[in-house]
């Protein structure tokens, strides 16, 4: 008897919160990770089914199936989405999105392992002919080419009142990393890339700025050029080093990466998981994968130049700059000032313009390689 009272409740039970009409969005986000990626991002209480229905290209809705949905969060349009409207119909809410005209949208979803997150990618394509490349990318009078070229932002180390290092023959870091800053520009610039520099003279922006700058820019690769100095074997130490952003479980990296994406710390707490493998796993995946096409055009390049220009590998550090930007990231470490022999070449213009010439060809490759399509967002949901 007691046994059929307590099925007859636990039955109650999942009746009541099974059968509920209500299931509630708790949190609502959209993390833009490029112009033509949107993360749309749904925290629910819990949800098994979810209906996707597509009206036309720009016009969609989502739902629960015959539920209704009570909406605890701001729906704030952002990225490719112009608005957002909620309507009850036939017993259920529907949330519909209107996106950007002119453009043709490929959608994804998927539905978290523990039935929280809802997520929907959702990648933007010219509509064929619609968009024409502005004619700055007309290369030598050519005719325009169709697809609009990435930005590339290269950020030269230091500079103004902050020289960097200073090594032997008075050589100070900002005026190395300048000059192969510019030489890189050139060269990216003459194969058609759009490019930004952080800086194209003497002058002092802050971290803070530099970052800020590629995320406003829009930016598709971010490389950070520096020379190395070391107080200890001083004469031993020397040749390249490329750096790519590690782990952000540290909290003061996620904090950054957060504020950098225009989310709310407790959004960051709730969606911690979500946000690193959306942002973070996959520019780590890609960043290292630049920074290692960077690496071996480096070398191949710089040894035309000065033969005994050495590797010292492709390594993993937290740098600032490369926690706050959204776009693959990596941070050259060119040689040791205060190496003799890499000081000789580091003074030499041949040899800047040489490793210029690598750190551009290393940056083309991998783009030819990505094409530009980061986020293998089920792939990084399901691992
Ligand atoms: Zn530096």
Redesign the pocket.
Known sequence: MVKAILSLVFLLFTLNSYGSKVVHLKEFSILSLSPDVDNLIFTFDRVDRYRFIKLSENYWYIAIPKKIISINTPLTPKGNVRRILVRIIKGETRIFFRMEKGFKYHFRIVLSKNHHFLVIRIKRESLKGYKKAPSRLAVGGERLKRKVKPVIVIDP??GGKDP??IGLFGLK?KNITLSIGRYVAYYLKRDGYRVVLTRNSDTYPTLADRVRLANRANAAIFVSI??NYTPKEKRKARGLEVYFLNTTSDKRALRLAARENGMSLSQISDLNKIIISLIQTTKIHYSKILASDIYRYMLVYGKEVYRAYTGRGVKQAPFYVLVGTRCPSVLIETGFINNPSDAIFLRNKRFRMAIAKGIARGIEQFLKKSELSYLPLDRSLKS
Do not use: K, S
């Open positions: 180390g230091h960097g290092a870091e520096h020379v």
